[in-house]
């Protein structure tokens, strides 16, 4: 009987020894600057926390012996064992300021991991336009086919998303998407962006995500900019085809908890084609936070931009190779246009204690767009050529406030983390107008002209359930869209109005055994919505076209070093009706559904030397058409990019770069093929105190490829008989740049 109590008591004297405690601190960087969303990670059992606006954290279960990762780029990882006299007081935890390198990532049990991995790649090559950062976006490719000025279009998954259709982007959570635009359904012109604002990237691919509502269907893009500037710097580039780009962003304040900048930046550019572009943009941002280092931060951004532009068009192959016209050659060299947009962006952070956060932000912008285009040459109009003109004013309204509670579980490794928000967003777009015009001046007729009024309101709710090495997040999303327009040509007044809601449930389940380690399967519906027009022309009907996605995949590390990431996807989306803005006129489009997979790679070769790579794949089909008869215009099958980069080699940085498109089919039957392409690009850079020299080459080995590709039916003006071919946009030519740029 003595036997068995001394075995009871030390037993107990065990289990209670070994009680896990809560490890609480503050995370500083060795300049001493609070960080906030540094990753805390307890290697032993897997959970793991964030640091919060203080740079305070708590983490529940921490057992003497452990040992805690603290994980931010651009910060050293820092290990950090758990010592007795760790367990009775606050960590104060100095992170050291680093280059950005793979080894700072922590594959976390959460569900978009990758986004931290791809701004890696940002860090070690850094972009050179807004542009550029969407491609970094792996399998996503976009292309500029008017001078310049006009939103690209952009291609993901299967996807010729035109100009926005089928993927969410923001800036700092401002929409970019003009939903109801005159030229075409979510046209997203990301130009008000200065590429060296911008600090990282949130992106996500798939419908699976709570916050992302409109557009949200092969995923979304989110640019975030920097809060703070660690010098003032100015920036001048210039190169070939006439191109000048300043850039001079400038300290405002830099004290211990307020920061403001202003950032401004000019291009003007001839182009490489045969008649000059004379684009011009014109950018300013400036940007004020405040942290009070405990509890809130406060940010305002405020920005406009301003651009005009010639272009010269799509042209047909037959001119080209008949000898009418060179590769950078114009049929009508009138086209162009000109676009503003000008935002105000207020953000709020409170915490209301460790376990507790309400984010909040309201904007306001004001856009104006016009453009001129000729598609078909004289196929309408044999006369007077076929210019239209597209134009729009616009005002945009929005806001959004989310509620995140963590809940810890005693004794347990379980917790529950709940966000729920309520937002919306109002869009006044007046004067819409699709147009026939003659040299950007005569009025031939109106086609289309009107207001229209476009207000979304939207909730949704999330429960992140962490357990062991499972993550379970939950989700359901509620959008109620209201659509008005007033038809302009109409005899009478003619006002219409129609509504729909959408619902969207979501869930997402992430296995990671450790911290080298996730599995994941993604799923959920989402939807874009259709254009104001089609919607009240249709009576309602297919309003809000939903889609229903799943993901499957993994993420590797394989050493320090090494991180592969793969998936299988597919996606189904409904039948919609679409508004083709520039006939003026509603058309169907089927049931279609899409899969493939993803394969990427990153591989810190060594300190200086960094490579990734990424290779997609989608196949992309009707589902109401016969086989043969069933492919998506312009929908890519298979695209790779990547880039080998190198830094502090000596005073010496930069990186090549490259991008790979395969043939796709430009029609429903495949008769009709646009070409695929790889172009490779090369920055280098050279440092000396305070001072870099760049140089940048664009196509450093003078490919010919095109830009975009169409399937178009066109007339040349002595041409007797239409002719339905590829009509493209020729991508730039060897383009060489100088840089130098002053940091003080």
């Known amino acids: 009987m003595k036997t068995f109590y001394a075995f009871v008591c030390m037993t107990l004297c065990v289990v209670f020894g070994l009680q896990a405690h809560e490890i609480k601190g503050r995370v500083v960087s060795d300049s001493g600057e609070a960080l906030a969303d540094v990753g805390v990670y307890n290697t032993s059992n897997g959970r793991y926390t964030y640091t919060n606006l203080s740079g305070y954290f708590e983490l529940e279960n921490v057992d003497e012996g452990d040992v805690l ?12 064992k758990i010592e007795p006299s760790d367990l009775d007081t606050n960590l104060e935890i100095v992170m050291t300021t680093s280059a950005v390198n793979l080894d700072q990532v922590v594959l976390l049990s959460k569900v978009n991991v990758l986004s931290d991995i791809i701004n890696v790649d940002i860090q070690n090559n850094p972009v050179r336009s807004a542009q550029e950062l969407f491609q970094r976006v792996p399998g996503l490719i976009i292309g500029q086919h008017a001078g310049g000025g006009k939103a690209e279009q952009i291609f993901l998954r299967g996807f010729d998303i035109d100009h926005g259709t089928d993927i969410t982007l923001s800036v700092d959570g401002l929409p970019i998407n003009l939903p109801s ?14 590429p060296e604002t911008i600090e990282n990237i949130d992106f996500g691919k798939g419908p699976y995500y709570t916050n992302k509502g409109n557009f949200n269907t092969a995923g979304y893009l989110d640019l975030q900019t920097k809060k703070r500037l660690k010098n003032n710097r100015v920036l001048l580039e210039v190169g070939d085809f006439n191109t000048i780009r300043n850039v001079n962003m400038l300290r405002l304040l830099d004290g211990d908890k307020q920061h403001a900048y202003i950032a401004t930046e000019m291009m003007l550019s001839d182009g490489f084609f045969e008649s000059p572009q004379n684009f011009n943009r014109f950018n300013v941002m400036g940007r004020y936070n405040f942290n009070n280092l405990d509890d809130q931060e406060l940010t305002l951004t405020v920005s406009h931009f301003q651009s005009k532009w010639d272009a010269s068009g799509q042209i047909p192959v037959r001119a080209v190779e008949q000898g009418l016209i060179s590769r950078f050659g114009a049929i009508d060299d009138t086209e162009g246009g000109q676009t503003s947009r000008s935002n105000v962006l207020l953000q709020h952070k409170r915490d209301l204690g460790p376990h507790q956060r309400v984010t909040s932000k309201a904007y306001i912008s004001r856009y104006g767009f016009e453009l001129f285009s000729n598609f078909t040459f004289f196929l309408n109009d044999p006369i007077n050529g076929d ?7 616009r005002t945009i309204m929005g806001a959004e406030t989310k509620y995140e509670f963590a809940q810890h579980f005693e004794d347990s490794d379980n917790e529950l983390v709940w966000d729920a ?45 962490k357990t062991d090495n499972w993550t379970i997040n939950p989700g359901l999303r509620f959008d109620y869209f209201r659509f008005d327009h ?87 989306l409904e039948q919609e009706f679409v508004y083709v803005g520039d006939e003026a006129i509603v058309e169907p489009s089927g049931r279609t559904r899409r899969y493939g997979f993803d394969l990427g790679l990153r591989y810190q070769i060594t300190d200086w030397l960094y490579f990734n790579s990424n290779l997609n794949y989608a196949r992309a089909r009707s589902k109401d058409d016969p086989s043969g008869q069933d492919f998506i215009p312009l929908a890519p099958d298979w695209v790779s990019t990547g880039a080998l980069s190198f830094r502090n080699l000596g005073n010496f940085s930069g990186g090549l770069r490259y991008r790979w498109v395969d043939d796709r089919p430009a029609n429903e039957d495949n008769s009709i093929v646009a070409e695929g392409y790889f172009v490779t690009d090369l920055n280098v850079n050279y440092n000396h105190g305070p001072w870099t020299f760049g140089l940048i080459v664009e196509n450093l080995f003078d490919v010919d490829w095109n830009e975009t590709q169409f399937a178009t039916e066109s007339l040349l003006s002595f041409e007797t008989q239409s002719v339905e071919e590829i009509h493209f946009t020729p991508g730039a030519p060897f383009f060489l740049r100088g840089q130098v740029s002053l940091r003080f």
Do not use: C, M
């Open 181 to 194: 635009h005159a030229h075409g359904q979510g046209y997203s012109d990301s130009h008000f962006i200065i």
């Open 387 to 393: 210019q239209i003109k597209q134009k729009e004013n």
């Open 69 to 80: 990762f603290f994980q931010s780029l651009g910060f050293e990882r820092l290990e950090r």
């Open 486 to 572: 007033t038809n302009f040509l109409s005899p009478v007044y003619d006002a219409r109005s129609e509504s729909d809601v959408f619902v969207a449930p979501k869930l997402n389940v992430v296995y990671a055994p450790n911290e080298a380690t996730q599995f994941y399967v993604k799923s959920g519906f989402g939807f874009h919505s259709n254009d104001a027009r089609v919607v009240v022309a249709q009576n309602g009907l297919e309003t809000l076209p939903g889609a229903f996605g799943v993901d499957v995949g993994t993420l590797l590390r394989i050493g320090n070093d090494l991180i592969v990431d793969a998936a299988l996807w597919g996606l189904d």
């Open 421 to 465: 928000g309520l937002g919306f967003r109002y869009d006044d777009v007046n004067d819409v107008e699709l147009s026939r015009t003659r040299n950007r001046r005569e009025l031939l007729s109106r086609l289309s002209f009107g207001d229209t009024d476009e207000l979304n309101g939207y909730g949704f709710v999330g429960a992140t359930y």
